[in-house]
Each structure stands twice: as structure tokens, then as C-alpha cells.
């Protein structure tokens, strides 16, 4: 099948030889030159043993495929910036081990992984690019699909997000889509530099979790003006314990609505109270050289929320 001059050829991670017919497996293998391994599991209530699965073993089966392929240059291995788990302060691009543990399966699935990947850098041109979250496009606003962080703008417009893991320290990191794609393709291409690992994120720009509440309530009443009228008070962020206690609350007592918003925020909010900040020194110095620049996190979100508002998060179908 050819898109915009592309062929694609169908596989799958979980299976061996990625899953690939005998005969497209043999040409891969002599024609690859590059490879972005993006595939994952992005789940943050998956069990361990289901993340792993795909981060881990996928990501272990295609470092194999990538050491048989007789012209190999580049292999790009995405990851997140989650994998610093429950670690605070300042997270570097050159840093991984850590024994903080993690908020969910996912993180720690990831972390694996990329342990993989950088145990695999002795032998293969490999290179590690962590993601933050990816919030949706700029100006246009669109989310092809809505994860966790939309649908807690969903149920913080109808009433039901009441508070939040946090503290004042806590930043929230999130980039638009067309800067993700962008810093993918420079770094994976002309910026590719074996061994290295680069965070594609906000940094210091990213806002603090209150500003974030603000900026979502704020584009709620500048959107759709009947919603100021119904007077919502804004979630309030407390601690991580008082979180879990009203979350084990909700559980045993609440309506099915309340269960679902407290479930969507339970496998990954809690990141929330452990405050760090994600330095991408190294990736600036790279992606700025490209006059590849972020957009502005604070439009980008607005934009986004206006999206969601006008498709009653429900993003109309790709063909």
C-alpha cells in the first residue's frame, strides 16, 4: 500500500520477526537504513506484565531486527520523559537509573525499555528521544485521539475533577503535537547523534499545575459562555495522601460518573506530587540550530480546549 509515496508494510512488535511476511522480512533486512521505533503501549492503567509485553519485549524485538540489517545507521528509539517515576527536582537528559519508583506501568514499562536501548548503544547506532505529553495541535487545537489529560478537562467541565494531586512546585509538561513531530524527524535525521538521549518537552516554559486549572476554566468560560453561569468551583490540589483517600472513598461509596473521573485521574495524576523540572539543554542546542522552536504551551492549550468544546471531545474520524 503507498501513502504520499511511502510504502507501508504491516508487522507487529509483540511477534517474532516483528510479525513480518518471510519475503518483506529479508528485503527489510537488506534495504533498512534507518529506523524509528515509536510503537508502545501508552496505557496507564495497563498491568505490568501487559506493558511490558509491548514496551519492553517490542522494543527488545526490534533492537534484534536492528542488528541484523546490513546497512543500519540510525536507530531512534522514542521513549518519555516519565521515566524519571517518582523522582523531584531536576531531571537531566543524560540521567536514567533511579530507584524512586514509578505512578503506574507505563513509566516503569518505558524505563525498561530504554534500558534496553542504552544497553544496546555499545553495538548499535542508537539514540534515545523522550516526549513529553503531547497536548494536541497549535492553533488548530485538534487531538486525534483524547488521552488521560483530555478527558480530565472533560470531567473538570462537567463538575467532576473536585481536586488534584499536587503542590505548588508542581509543573505540568506539555507540548504541542506539530512541535513533537517536528523535533522527531530533525533529531531522528540530520540531528541523529549516536549514544545521546534528548528530552523533546517544555522545560521551564511548561505552566505550574494552578496556572494550568486556570488557563483550562478561563478558555471554558471564553468558549462556550454558558458555562461561566454555573458558578464551578475549580479543583483544589492537596496532597497525595488526601488524593488517595478520597480516590479509595469514591471507589466505595460514589456514583458510576464520579468512579469514572476519579479512575481516568488515578493512573497518572499522582505525577503531580512529585515536582520536577525536565532540562533539555542538549536538544535546544540541536533543534534551535534547525530553527525548530516550541509553540507556545499556554495558546497551544487553549486552542486545544476549544477543540474539545466544539467536538464535545469527540474528535470527528481520519479516513
Known sequence: MNVA??????????????????????????????????????????????????NVEGTRRVLEFAERCTRLERVTVLSTIYVAGKRTGIIRETELDHDCGFVNAYEQSKYEAEQLARAA??????MVVRLSTVVG????????????????????????????????????DLISTGYAVAAIRHLSERGFTRGATFHVCAAG?????????????????????????????????V?????????????AVADPV?????????????????????????????????????????DTLKDVVRFLIETNWTPPCRS
Open 121 to 126: 548503544m555499545a553495538r548499535l547506532p542508537v
Open 239 to 251: 496532597e497525595l495522601p488526601t488524593f488517595e483517600l478520597f480516590r479509595e472513598s469514591v471507589e
Open 205 to 237: 516554559e511548561a505552566p505550574r499545575e494552578a496556572e494550568l486549572i486556570d488557563l483550562v476554566v478561563e478558555a471554558f468560560m471564553r468558549y462556550r459562555p454558558a458555562w461561566r453561569r454555573r458558578a464551578i468551583e475549580k479543583p483544589s490540589i
Open 5 to 54: 509515496g511511502v510504502q507501508l508494510v504491516e508487522g507487529d512488535i509483540q511477534s517474532a520477526g516483528l510479525g513480518l511476511d518471510a519475503g518483506w522480512r529479508d528485503e527489510l533486512l537488506t534495504r533498512v537504513t534507518a529506523i524509528v521505533h515509536g510503537a508502545a503501549l501508552t496505557r496507564f492503567d495497563a498491568p505490568l506484565d501487559t506493558a511490558r509485553a509491548v
Open 258 to 298: 464520579l468512579r469514572a473521573s476519579v479512575a481516568v485521574l488515578a493512573p497518572f495524576a499522582p505525577q503531580l506530587a512529585f515536582p520536577k523540572i525536565f532540562d533539555d539543554t542538549q536538544c535546544r542546542a540541536i533543534l534551535d540550530g534547525a530553527g525548530i522552536h516550541r509553540d507556545a504551551i499556554r
Open 137 to 172: 495541535a497549535h492553533g488548530s487545537g485538534a487531538v486525534g485521539k483524547p488521552a488521560a489529560i483530555h478527558h480530565a478537562m472533560r470531567f473538570l467541565y462537567n463538575s467532576l475533577l473536585p481536586m488534584m494531586p499536587g503542590t505548588d512546585d508542581s509543573l505540568v
